[in-house]
Nanobody, 121 residues
Framework: QVQLVESGGGLVQAGGSLRLPCAAS????????MGWYRQAPGKQRELVAR???????NYSDSVKGRFTISRDSAKNTVYLQMNSLKPEDTAVYYC???????????????WGQGTQVTVSS
């Protein structure tokens, strides 16, 4: 199977930075895209940033200019660099991957366990 493991969350003051890595492992044939989502208390999970195998990226409007997503294909790892953090960025951040396993048709969505990011004012 496929596992996604996030790290790098924590408590930071407003204006600070954090970097979230997410590593995919297991029976992986190919990775079509990876991304980061977040869910704040009482709110729906929302897309933060996404990067495709061709390194095309897209961001939510709320993080454009502050967050940067990148990937190291050799390590099956995606990174979310978060700068100029705001209290409204506080949420559980989830890594997601659209990954094909050997012998499968197309890709499936896999999720990490989530990592808490708390931004204090």
């Amino acid at each position: 199977q496929v596992q996604l493991v996030e790290s790098g969350g924590g408590l930071v003051q407003a204006g600070g930075s954090l970097r979230l890595p997410c590593a995919a492992s297991g029976s992986i044939f190919s990775i079509h895209a990876m991304g980061w989502y977040r869910q704040a208390p009482g709110k729906q999970r929302e897309l933060v940033a996404r990067i495709t195998s061709g390194t095309s990226t897209n961001y939510s409007d709320s993080v454009k200019g502050r967050f940067t997503i990148s990937r190291d294909s050799a390590k099956n790892t995606v990174y979310l660099q978060m700068n100029s953090l705001k209290p409204e960025d506080t949420a559980v951040y989830y890594c997601a991957g659209d990954i094909a396993i050997p012998g499968s048709w197309g890709s499936s969505r896999y999720w990490g366990q989530g990592t808490q990011v708390t931004v204090s004012s």
